[in-house]
C-alpha cells in the first residue's frame, strides 16, 4: 500500500495524547498531593449530608427566609442604612488608600531592583509583610479596639494593615520581575538611585499596581462590612445589632444594601481598569 506524500510508518501524521500521569512530572505529583487531601479533609470532618437536605431541614431554612419580607423600606430607616453605606464605603476606600502607599513604601525595601542590588533589607520587608497580611482583618479590627475604641477608625485601620501586607508582597513582585532595559539604560549613562525608579521601573509597573489596588478596594468594600460586627462601624455593625434582637426584615434592608454596593464598586474597578488598558 502506498504512503502519502510527507509521510511514513515510523513518522505518522497524527499524535497520540500525553499520558495523565507520568513520574516524572513533578505538576502530575503535586496535583496527586492536592487530591489526596482534598479527600482526607472530606473524610476527616463530619459533613452531615443527610441532616443538611433534610426536609426538616429545608423546611426550618425555609421558614427562616421567608421572615425576611418585606424588608424595612421606612424612610428613617433607609436614611440610616444609606449613611452605614456611606461609611463603609468610605472604611474602603480610606483604608485602600493608606496600604497602597505603605505596600509601596514596604515595596521598594523589599524587593530586588537589579542583579548586582544586594538588597540587605529584602528579608526584614518581606517578613514584615507576611506578618501584615497573615492577620485577618477581623483580628486586626479587635485588637485595634482597644486603643481606637468603636467606631469605624478602628475599621479603617484595620483594612489598612491587613491590605498593605497584601498590596506590598504584589508589589514587590511586578517591579523584580519589570523588565530592566530602560533601567540598565539609564545605570550606564551614570544615572543611580531613586532617579532609575522614578524614570524606568514605576512608568512600567504603575498600570499593574493600579490594577492590584483597585482589585482591593473590590475586597475592602466586602472586608469592611463585615468588620461592622466586631464594632468597628459601617454597616456590618448595624447588621449584627439587628440580627442579634431577630429584627429580619430590617436585615434584609442591611443585606440589600451590601449587595447594592458592592455591585456598584465592583462596576466602578472595572470600568476603571478597563479605562487603564
Not at 513533578?26 to 463530619?46: G, I, P
Not at 479596639?145 to 508582597?169: D, E, Y
Not at 468588620?227 to 439587628?242: M, S
Request: aromatic letters at 8%.
Amino acid at each position: 500500500m502506498r504512503q502519502r506524500h510527507g509521510t511514513s510508518a515510523a513518522n505518522p501524521p497524527w499524535k497520540l495524547p500525553p499520558p495523565l500521569f507520568n513520574a516524572r512530572c513533578k505538576a502530575c505529583w503535586a496535583t496527586a498531593a492536592a487530591l489526596v487531601l482534598v479527600v482526607a479533609s472530606f473524610v476527616s470532618l463530619d459533613l452531615q449530608w443527610a441532616a443538611f437536605f433534610s426536609l426538616e431541614a429545608l423546611d426550618r431554612m425555609g421558614r427562616f427566609i421567608g421572615e425576611f419580607f418585606p424588608p424595612d423600606f421606612s424612610l428613617p430607616f433607609v436614611r440610616r442604612v444609606a449613611w452605614s453605606a456611606v461609611e463603609t464605603l468610605a472604611m474602603s476606600a480610606l483604608g485602600t488608600l493608606l496600604a497602597a502607599l505603605a505596600g509601596l513604601a514596604l515595596a521598594l525595601p523589599a524587593s530586588r531592583h537589579h542583579e548586582g542590588d544586594r538588597a540587605r533589607l529584602r528579608g526584614a520587608a518581606r517578613l514584615l509583610l507576611n506578618a501584615l497580611r497573615a492577620i485577618p482583618e477581623l483580628v486586626w479590627a479587635a485588637l485595634l479596639l482597644i486603643a481606637a475604641g468603636l467606631g469605624p477608625f478602628a475599621g479603617t485601620l484595620a483594612l489598612a494593615l491587613h491590605t498593605s501586607g497584601v498590596l506590598g508582597r504584589l508589589f514587590a513582585e511586578a517591579m523584580e520581575n519589570a523588565p530592566r532595559d530602560a533601567a540598565t539604560a539609564l545605570r550606564t549613562q551614570g544615572v543611580h538611585g531613586w532617579r532609575v525608579l522614578a524614570y524606568a521601573t514605576l512608568p512600567q509597573v504603575l498600570p499593574q499596581l493600579l490594577s492590584y489596588t483597585l482589585y482591593r478596594w473590590e475586597n475592602n468594600i466586602r472586608a469592611a462590612a463585615v468588620l461592622g460586627v466586631v464594632g468597628a462601624g459601617g454597616l456590618g455593625q448595624l447588621l449584627a445589632f439587628h440580627m442579634g434582637l431577630f429584627h429580619m426584615n430590617k436585615t434584609a434592608t442591611v443585606l440589600i444594601a451590601m449587595l447594592g454596593l458592592v455591585a456598584l464598586v465592583d462596576g466602578l474597578s472595572f470600568a476603571m481598569r478597563r479605562g487603564m488598558r
